[in-house]
């Protein structure tokens, strides 16, 4: 994968991560992306989309969490849905909610 915004990101770094601040870290980007669309940036709000999807890929490519693609690959689906047509009914304020456990479990 070539990265584009994260460029100083290596994927030996990303996946010395453990699965959790990986997750950490995609909540970040997502989060980012909420405040920028409350904001009314979109195109703030676009870069930090892709980030965030750059970040899940990465964290596909990962061989420790290949026992969790289904999870992951469905949390990808669902936030791509969220983001461009939203038919499964997500909200800013439960996606904030799904990150928010692992941003906790990153810091304990």
Same mark, same amino acid.
């Given at each position: 994968?070539? !990265? ?12 010395? =991560? @453990? &699965?959790? #601040? ?30 965030? !999807? ?12 290949? =026992? @969790? &693609?289904? #999870? ?37």
């Amino acid at each position: 994968m070539n !990265l584009v915004y994260h460029k100083n990101l290596s994927q030996e770094r990303w996946f010395s =991560m @453990r &699965l959790v #601040e990986q997750m950490a870290n995609i909540g970040s980007e997502v989060e980012r992306t909420i405040i920028w669309k409350n904001k009314g940036d979109k195109q703030y709000q676009k870069l930090a989309f892709e980030r965030a !999807l750059e970040l899940i890929d990465l964290t596909l490519e990962d061989p420790k969490n290949r =026992m @969790r &693609l289904k #999870e992951l690959c469905r949390m990808r689906e669902m936030l791509v849905d969220w983001y461009f047509n939203n038919r499964y009914r997500s909200t800013d304020t439960s996606w904030q909610k799904y990150f928010y456990a692992f941003n906790y479990a990153a810091r304990i």
